[in-house]
């Protein structure tokens, strides 16, 4: 029942920050896990970032830890990642999902957005 859409990608520097946000509709996301994954062109799908509903808990990828801070606004039906000190590995197609567990497995996600892009060059 839950849409989600993501923003906020775009081309960066290395070094630079950059803050995506998912805005949800249809379904308040204070039921659901969300979550941040990305894909890559020609590579799996990863887990990045996982929040819980109440925003008490966090867990992050190794490669991501101490640079991306997951959150959200239930109020506002928003979930939001900040990326910090991006590198070109981190370049990727970023998704949201809904998940009714706390999980970083993408199997545990019902619902996913369309996808936002982000390229960070050298």
């Known amino acids: 029942q839950v849409q989600l859409v993501e923003s906020g990608g775009g081309l960066v520097q290395a070094g630079d920050s950059l803050r995506l946000s998912c805005a949800a509709s249809?379904?308040?996301?204070?039921?659901?896990?969300m979550g941040w994954f990305r894909q890559a062109p020609g590579k799996e799908r990863e887990f990045v970032a996982t929040?819980?509903?109440?925003?008490?808990?966090?867990s992050y990828a190794d490669t991501v830890k101490g640079r991306f801070t997951i959150s959200r606004d239930n109020a506002k039906n928003t979930v939001y990642l900040q990326m910090n000190s991006l590198s070109p590995d981190d370049t990727a197609v970023y998704y949201c999902a809904a998940s009714p567990l706390y999980s970083v497995g993408a199997s545990t996600y019902n619902y996913w957005g369309q996808g936002t892009q982000v390229t960070v060059s050298s």
């Open positions: 929040i819980t509903r109440d925003a008490s808990r966090a």
């Open positions: 249809g379904r308040n996301i204070g039921v659901y896990t």
